[in-house]
């Protein structure tokens, strides 16, 4: 598997989640946000939910981000990575990492220490594929091959 096609199915689980965020909004799948919320809160014992109107804001503002920022992370390695993997690199890395650092200190502050666990999973799609290191591009020639003290006539 590529590192592209890595970061494409990191980016579509991001989107999916985004997606899953809004629709809690609006479907039945609200219990899904309130066992998020409650198992970032461990231990998982039903007390935490998402279901104040402030919760469900941030709810609305964190499933619009997450949607966007997977359709960025998609074009980001469909349009650039795919081209030029260092400058996509440059571009998403920075990203991710910030958002880990930010999102994590601020669950733990909150004492939502077991999301920094669920984030890693998070951090690691994007970053892993990202900080793999390069093979080193192999030299087909016929002299590479063979030795450069082969005549090759």
């Keep these: 598997m590529t590192r592209t096609t890595l970061l494409k199915y990191a980016s579509a689980m991001i989107f999916g989640f985004g ?6 909004l609006i479907s039945p799948i609200a219990a899904l946000m309130d066992l998020f919320v409650d198992l970032a809160f461990l231990p998982y014992d039903g007390i935490q939910s998402a279901t104040s109107e402030s919760a469900q804001l941030l709810t ?6 997450l949607t966007g920022w997977g359709l960025m992370f998609w074009l980001v390695t469909t349009r650039i990575y795919a081209k030029d993997p260092e400058l996509g690199k440059s571009i998403m890395l920075p990203s991710i990492v910030v958002w880990f650092l ?6 733990v502050i909150v004492g939502a220490w077991f999301n ?3 984030n890693a999973g998070f951090l690691l799609s994007i970053a892993g594929p990202l900080m793999w290191p390069t093979p080193a591009p192999r030299d087909y020639s016929a002299a590479t091959r063979f030795g450069s003290s082969m005549d090759l006539r």
């Design 60 to 65: 609305a503002i964190a499933g619009g981000m």
């Design 19 to 24: 997606l899953l965020f809004f629709l809690s």
């Design 102 to 107: 930010l999102d994590s200190i601020g669950s």
């Design 116 to 118: 920094v666990v669920m």
